[in-house]
């Protein structure tokens, strides 16, 4: 199942996965700063789970034909923040990774339960083959999120979640590699072999360990 090669009989499948990952990530970012005391995201239509203010056309028509793509980012102020601003920016850099998980889980636990109770069965071709699809690929994509915006680089959340853990000191350093993030993300993408170390080896980790949990959840319901 490759997420990001151009084939025309899974784009609706991936288009449906992309949308509700999009929007929930984006929407855990904005909750979590509404709940930290910035409305910045609230004010601009941002707190909602719509995925039209979420979602960039452009960003989600490169990942669905292309290797790369993104939604719109959630404006957040941690100047509004109540308490640790730098551990805000933390939790909320986080919310949204940690939702693509929840939702890996989910994905998984149903596509564990359809076939517990054997519910492929009773569907006809057609359906059969677009709800595993549409679920195996709500699966992939979500922990695909999750491993990447982990990635300590550059507009990802896993930098700003390595950057606001960091003493102030190294914020210097922080800002400095910045300007290069754009251009490792470039490399990431365009390098199978460094994607494949990078990137294919957790998320078949994360999947196997997803899937062995959602197969937990299923059998006590």
Same mark, same amino acid.
């Given at each position: 199942?490759?997420?990001? &090669?151009?084939?025309?009989?899974?784009?609706? *499948?991936?288009?449906?996965?992309?949308?509700?990952? *999009?929007?929930?990530?984006?929407?855990? &970012?904005? $909750?979590?700063?509404?709940?930290?005391?910035?409305?910045?995201?609230?004010?601009?239509?941002?707190?909602? @789970? %719509?995925?039209?203010? &979420?979602?960039?056309?452009?960003?989600?028509?490169?990942?669905?034909?292309?290797?790369?793509?993104?939604?719109?980012?959630?404006?957040? %102020?941690?100047? !509004?923040?109540?308490?640790?601003?730098?551990?805000?920016?933390?939790?909320?850099?986080? +919310?949204?990774?940690?939702? %693509? @998980?929840?939702?890996?889980?989910?994905?998984?636990? +149903?596509?564990?339960?359809?076939?517990?109770?054997?519910?492929?069965?009773?569907?006809?071709?057609?359906?059969?083959? +677009?709800?595993?699809?549409?679920?195996?690929?709500? @699966?992939?994509? %979500?922990?695909?999120? *999750?491993?990447? !915006?982990?990635?300590?680089? &550059? /507009? @990802?959340?896993?930098?700003?979640?390595?950057?606001?853990?960091?003493?102030?000191?190294?914020?210097? $350093? $922080?800002?400095?590699?910045?300007?290069?993030?754009?251009?490792?993300?470039?490399?990431?993408?365009?390098? /199978?072999? $460094?994607?494949?170390?990078?990137?294919?080896?957790?998320?078949?980790?994360?999947?196997?360990?997803?899937?062995?949990?959602?197969?937990?959840?299923?059998?006590?319901?």
């Amino acid at each position: 199942m490759n997420l990001f &090669h151009f084939e025309w009989e899974t784009v609706p *499948f991936r288009l449906i996965a992309f949308v509700i990952a *999009f929007t929930l990530h984006e929407w855990a &970012h904005a $909750f979590v700063a509404w709940r930290l005391g910035d409305p910045t995201a609230q004010r601009e239509g941002r707190l909602t @789970l %719509n995925p039209i203010p &979420h979602i960039d056309p452009f960003g989600l028509i490169l990942i669905l034909f292309g290797p790369f793509g993104w939604a719109r980012p959630v404006p957040v %102020n941690p100047f !509004n923040f109540r308490g640790n601003k730098r551990l805000g920016m933390v939790y909320v850099a986080a +919310a949204g990774p940690f939702v %693509n @998980l929840i939702l890996a889980v989910v994905f998984g636990t +149903a596509i564990a339960l359809m076939e517990r109770y054997q519910v492929w069965g009773q569907l006809s071709d057609k359906m059969q083959d +677009a709800v595993e699809m549409t679920l195996w690929f709500s @699966l992939v994509i %979500n922990c695909g999120l *999750f491993v990447f !915006n982990l990635l300590p680089i &550059h /507009p @990802l959340d896993g930098s700003n979640i390595l950057r606001f853990l960091a003493s102030r000191r190294w914020d210097p $350093f $922080f800002h400095k590699l910045d300007v290069y993030g754009p251009w490792l993300l470039l490399l990431l993408i365009f390098l /199978p072999g $460094f994607s494949n170390l990078i990137l294919g080896i957790p998320l078949q980790w994360l999947l196997e360990n997803v899937m062995s949990l959602a197969n937990l959840l299923a059998a006590m319901i």
